[in-house]
């Protein structure tokens, strides 16, 4: 069974940096697509970034691109997301997850395994 684990959420200042991590065990991480979604209160949860499974392709969402950065690290079964120059708006719980047919699209629906989230604040 494959396990997400993120890490590095907290409450920054607007304009503000965060880098997430997630960690992945019981799978084969490098065949996968991962996601970073996010989740705010009282809204769906929606798509930030992806990776390709050998790291060489990403997508963002509008909202994110030029701010946020997705990366991997296939030898040690990480996936990070790079936060630059945060806005309240960006305050979510985020959410890694992991696609094993390699999808690194925008829709929630083809991960296959997801983590618990961590929540990031965003303080104007």
């Known amino acids: 069974q494959v396990q997400l684990v993120e890490s590095g959420g907290g409450v920054v200042q607007a304009g503000g940096s965060l880098r997430l991590s997630c960690a992945a065990s019981?799978?084969?991480?490098?065949?996968?697509?991962m996601g970073w979604f996010r989740q705010a209160p009282g809204k769906d949860r929606e798509f930030v970034a992806a990776?390709?499974?050998?790291?060489?392709?990403?997508n963002y969402a509008d909202s994110v691109k030029a701010r946020f950065t997705i990366s991997r690290d296939n030898y040690n079964n990480l996936v990070y997301l790079g936060m630059n120059s945060m806005k309240p708006e960006d305050t979510a719980v985020y959410y890694c997850?992991?696609?094993?047919?390699?999808?690194?699209?925008?829709?929630?629906?083809?991960?296959?395994?997801w983590g618990q989230g961590t929540q990031v604040t965003v303080s104007s």
């Open positions: 997850a992991a696609s094993p047919r390699s999808y690194y699209g925008i829709s929630a629906h083809e991960y296959s395994y």
């Open positions: 990776i390709k499974w050998s790291g060489t392709s990403t």
């Open positions: 019981g799978g084969a991480f490098s065949s996968y697509g």
